[in-house]
């Protein structure tokens, strides 16, 4: 039995098991009806089958997390269906089903250091560093001194990935984004 913690503790890309299988929350919600008691709404991933469900617990509840090993690895490469880290304690080759790092795979570059989680030995996900540098490959050339308005156009970045990000962007500038949401933060200048 792992740890347990009260449900309304929970939070985004925690692990936590449910009927025995390791989950990653996604999202949750805490829900307050008018009338009956708090519940928290849970959307989690199926580190195993990669399936995205809904769970909604009582707030009075309490889930378990989920023991996982976590070691540290390096991108190397994919051949479409496995995605493969070197492991830089071991430098044993791991490969990885690209259900088990879809969302992730679209921000992954070669070179990277990433976390791999295992479950009882055996690797089931990823987490990447939260912010990550990039180069955007293609986008609509900046418009000069459009600094100040919101707006923003898509740009594609080195891994594949289409980001948005500001006007003045252009192709070739390094951009760093948050990997968690896909979101850009600021430009870099290197």
Do not use: C
């Not at 969302?103 to 992954?108: C, I, R, S, T, V």
Request: proline residues 4%; glycine residues 6%; without cysteine.
């Amino acid at each position: 039995m792992g740890v347990k913690i009260d449900i309304n503790k929970v939070q985004k890309d925690m692990f936590i098991v449910i009927d025995g299988q390791p989950y990653r929350v996604i999202n949750y919600e805490h829900v307050k009806p008018g009338k009956g008691q708090a519940f928290v709404r849970i959307k989690a991933k199926n580190m195993k089958t990669g399936n995205v469900t809904e769970i909604t617990f009582k707030s009075s509840e309490k889930i378990e997390l989920a023991d996982f090993e976590q070691r540290m690895a390096t991108y190397s490469y994919t051949d479409g269906n496995y995605y493969y880290f070197l492991d830089t304690q071991t430098y044993e080759t791991v490969s990885i089903p690209k259900e088990a790092v879809e969302n992730e795979a679209k921000f992954l570059k070669e070179g990277m250091e990433v976390f791999i989680f295992y479950d009882k030995g055996n690797p089931i996900g990823i987490e990447l560093p939260k912010h990550v540098v990039y180069e955007v490959v293609e986008t609509e050339p900046g418009i000069k001194g459009d600094t100040a308005t919101s707006a923003t156009k898509p740009a594609t970045i080195e891994t594949g990935a289409v980001v948005q990000v500001p006007l003045f962007i252009n192709t070739k500038d390094k951009i760093k984004v948050d990997t968690r949401t896909g979101e850009y933060i600021e430009r870099v200048n290197e």
